[in-house]
């Protein structure tokens, strides 16, 4: 069983025949073959779940406007939610001995387990590829008020000046920002910018992050393989 409670059920044979544009999704048989050898057999198999959701997505009459229609968009955002937050969470230091790991959503899924970071990376990477504008997106770093501890969500804006909604881990649920009081915010970005509450918008502020850029570096080489 590729989840432990799978919400995507597709036949193996159905999802390796499926013709997919070259993307974030598109592997190479030399990166299959590597991940088989890396974690397991079932590792690829997960893969291509993924990347059967995004093309039955990108390919469906709703995400087809998903740049005009706040409906369609909403619903893209609650079926990626939903598909990653069936990946069972691990801290970094018990899943790669580190303190603080950022893995691409290949890692993540062939490893079969993330913590907050890696949720929120993979479901940002996978609106993207879905057309979702990136700035209606955030990757947000908050502190989780009843945990005392430091958490990381995604934020989708429907307007620049608008609500968030909150696409998290630890409440799996898609809500509004207004109805997670338990968390604080403490800084945002995406590709193009970063965020400090009742701070100026910083241009080109992700790349100052360092685990980012490394995260985009392991991005290019899987998509060497």
Known sequence: ?????????????????????????????????????????????????WQRLIYDMRNSDAPATIRQDATNETLALRKINAFFNQVPYQTDIQHWGKEDYWATPVEMLSSFAGDCEDYSIAKYLSLKE???????????????????????????????????WIMDNLIKEFRPASQRKDLEPVFSFNEDDLWIPSGPTQRGGASGVRLWRELLEKLEREKRM
């Open 130 to 164: 879905l057309g979702v504008p990136i700035e209606r997106l955030r990757i947000t770093y908050v502190r989780a008020v009843e945990r005392n501890e430091s958490h990381m969500v995604l934020a989708y804006y429907p307007t620049p000046d608008g609500e968030p």
């Open 1 to 49: 069983m590729l989840f432990k409670k799978p919400l995507f059920i597709v036949p193996l044979l159905f999802v390796l025949a499926a013709p997919v544009a070259a993307s974030l999704v598109a592997f190479s048989d030399n990166l299959l073959r590597s991940i088989a050898q890396r974690y397991s057999n079932d590792a690829p198999k997960r893969l291509m779940v």
